[in-house]
């Protein structure tokens, strides 16, 4: 870590003596003297940051760097993918982050010179920096998955980004007959979401039973345990019985190519052609991270725990789904918590003060049915330099729990997104 | 918000108001709980918001869900995760936003 140099130090210290009329008329320099702070993403991670930073300390010039003008959020996308929802309701401006005094550039950051400490925009800007914070989420491995690369995903979505790939998956489950094969193909981890496909897989089984009864679903996984499985496969037994199969590793389930072509999923014992496939690929982390020389050869971004700061170059720091973040898992709920923590430790950082040691929590539902939420649940603390979850806390809850219990969880899970969205974009 | 109303007067009087930490910082783990307990007034969720609340209670209540004596789905999971002082610094924090 580098903090700011002394010299920095003692001018902002003497702007401050200067007083409001002084402030007035030495703009420029005092300008010049406010702690620069690029954000690049503004998804969950992103925005939390940028928010949580400028309402602890005001002076800190933070300029948001997105693309795009309209947030889509992925948690609870798999309900649009089912029909429970519009993707309208995913959806979110950057208006109430610019009314808090961030600054935003919509714009692709294409590079960044961790020695001159600047990020260059697709619109010709170039911003300076003291600390960048990029949060880019995940970007798809497009060579990870023989047969799978950007034309196929128009014929084999993965969804996996919320948008135009939510919609064309669920126009593919509504044009389909009653009758008809689903493929879901899950990654090894790591991944954006662990629950994710799972939750997936129930609504769209939750779409099938009540709209076209007579059609199949299968899960091929490249794994052989995953997030809230028993929770998962109880509910599963319950309420799709016959209708959802789940296909481990070991059982066969690691798809190992794709022929858009035909729409069909191979594996090593079997070729599954499906009438709709959903291909969630391998996953690396955004772009971004790799141009700014933060990822390793896992194509994550390894990250004090403490600051978020990277591990292969300072004064940039990391957050959410792109980051190696020990036990915590890839979810909005971590990024919006990293994010808040990473806030804290610049505020400290920026005025010359050692970070403190943080706690984190994260808290992700997963709906099996419209009226049937689980979760799961996790405290974690740096040990050793990696987040470690804290002994005795968190977990799934009970397998054996009532469906009164199902259904309040269910409706917290509807809280979950309206705070967690609250808090980001509200 | 009150606390934003604050910053705001704050940045109007200019470089006359001290620089320093504008938001008193939170202790650990506290910043994770606006996830689901909601800063702002007006968000549709059953959990309930924990600024203003007295910190003797929001202790109270912590050592309730650890103790499994008040039955919960989260909390008594995620209480089991944070000491006695910790939950105190963090009660105490939540007690003085507004």
Redesign the interface.
Known sequence: MTPPTTSRRRF?KS??A???S???LARPA?AQAAPRVVVVGGGFAGVSAAR?LK?????VAVTLVETSRTFTACPFSNGVVAGLRELSAQQFTYDKVAAD?VVLAFATAEAVDPQARTVSLSDGQRLSYDRLVLAPGIDIRWDGLPGYNEAAAARMPHAWKAGEQTLLLRRQLESMEDGGLVVISSPANPFRCPPGPYERASLIAYYLKTKKPRSKLIILDAKDAFSKQRLFQNAWKELYPGLLEWVSLSNGGKVTSVDPATNTLVTDFARHEAKVANVIPPQKAGRIVELAGVTDRSGWCPIDPVTFESKLHPNIHVLGDATIAGAMPKSA?TA??QA??CA?AL??LL?GEAP??????N?CYSLVAPDYGI?V???Y?PVNGVLTE?E????V?PVDAPRE?RA??A??A???F???T??AF? | MKTKCVLAAAVLVGAAVPLAAAAAEAPPGASSCSGCHPARAGVETAVPRLTGRSASELVAQMQAFRSGQRPATVMNQIAKGFSEAEIQAIAAWYAEQH
């Open positions: 902002l702007a401050a200067m007083g409001a002084a402030a007035l005092l949580a309402m602890l300390d005001p002076r005094g709920f919006n918590a808040k923590v804290a505020a400290r005025r403190a040691e943080p706690e984190l929590i808290t979760h649940a996790g405290v603390h804290i005795g806390s968190g977990g809850g219990t309040q969880e409706t917290f509807n809280g979950w309206a705070t967690l609250s808090e509200g």
